[in-house]
């Protein structure tokens, strides 16, 4: 074969070859962790802290970027149009799942645009009295909305958030009503409850935990359907108020545009899993007031799926709707 045979047959093959290049070496440039919600807040706590140890496993810089608003919905549709080459993430919680029933729209499918990497944590939640609650307790608290619905104020950080529509779950299976008092964020809703303005909060340990040791907040009960590490001694729901079967588990997971490679899925993947799995990793979380949980993609599937059927009944009989 001659040169010019052996050039023209080389530049046929070059473009094959390029994506096999590509993808042995990535990631070759750096990548982005989309957070869907404003700085400050547990979102972003966890966003942030992801991306740096990702980026110290990867060799890469993770670049954290907020995009905020409506509920997540729009820096988690920027992610899942983002080309699926595996350099852009998002970080999430299980208020994407609860967005699909209280949106009367949706800017992407969660099922079919997006790829679940991993869950990497548990936020701890719980229900906390403020000095006008006048109830001993969860299970005391229950019998008041059973035989005076309305009477007790709840305080949320916003209408359709997750501590909204697990409190709604609580009335659904004690039978009682809660008046659910809508707030701008986690703060004010705590604040409110502080000073006698509601009687009841739902909020992360983070936002509480100071509140609780000072005296100025009383918990109640833990959300998920396991105790935390983060709250020990604290009963969960179910056990405090009577409510067996009661479990809300407040997940943080990292999603992908679907169609990333399964190669570039599995690098990011043993990624993520590093960043959070590991005794280095667990310490960072608890050290803002955060659980670590791993699981890989397909269980996030399977939790997503659960989510649906638990909360889609709860949503559709309040008639939870955000325009």
Do not use: C
Not at 49 to 65: I, Y
Not at 68 to 87: E, H, L, S, V, W
Not at 97 to 118: A, E, H, W, Y
């Amino acid at each position: 074969m001659n040169f010019t045979r052996r050039a023209l047959l080389a530049a046929s093959l070059a473009p094959l070859a390029t994506p096999t290049l590509a993808q042995g070496e990535f990631p070759n440039r750096p990548l982005r962790m989309v957070i869907p919600f404003p700085p400050g807040g547990g979102s972003d706590i966890l966003g942030r802290l992801l991306a740096q140890r990702m980026g110290d496993v990867l060799g890469q810089p993770v670049v954290p970027e907020n995009r905020a608003g409506a509920g997540g919905n729009i820096g988690t549709d920027m992610a899942a149009k983002a080309a699926p080459d595996g350099y852009t993430m998002v970080t999430v919680f299980n208020t994407i799942v609860v967005n699909q029933f209280i949106f009367r729209s949706m800017p992407f499918d969660l099922k079919r645009d997006l790829t679940p990497l991993g869950r990497v944590a548990l936020a701890p939640t719980l229900i906390a009295g403020g000095p006008k609650l006048r109830a001993a307790d969860l299970r005391e608290v229950v019998e008041i909305t059973r035989r005076q619905p309305g009477l007790l104020n709840h305080g949320t950080p916003g209408l359709g958030t997750i501590t909204h529509v697990s409190a709604e779950l609580m009335d659904s299976m004690s039978g009682g009503k809660l008046t659910h008092v809508h707030y701008r964020g986690t703060g004010p809703a705590v604040t409110a409850a502080v000073s006698g303005e509601v009687e009841l909060v739902s909020a992360p340990l983070s936002a509480v935990d100071e509140l609780i040791k000072g005296g100025r907040l009383r918990a109640l009960g833990n959300l998920a359907g396991q105790p935390s590490p983060l709250m020990p001694g604290l009963p969960t729901v179910a056990e405090a108020a009577g409510l067996p079967g009661y479990a809300v588990d407040n997940w943080g997971a990292v999603l992908l545009p679907a169609g990333v490679p399964a190669p570039i899925l599995a690098k990011l993947a043993a990624a993520l899993r590093q960043a959070v799995d590991t005794p280095e990793g667990k310490a960072a979380l608890a050290a803002r007031g955060i659980e670590a949980a791993w699981a890989d993609g397909a269980t996030v599937t399977r939790i997503i799926q659960e989510d649906e059927a638990r909360w889609e009944p709860v949503i559709r009989k309040a008639d939870i709707k955000v325009e």
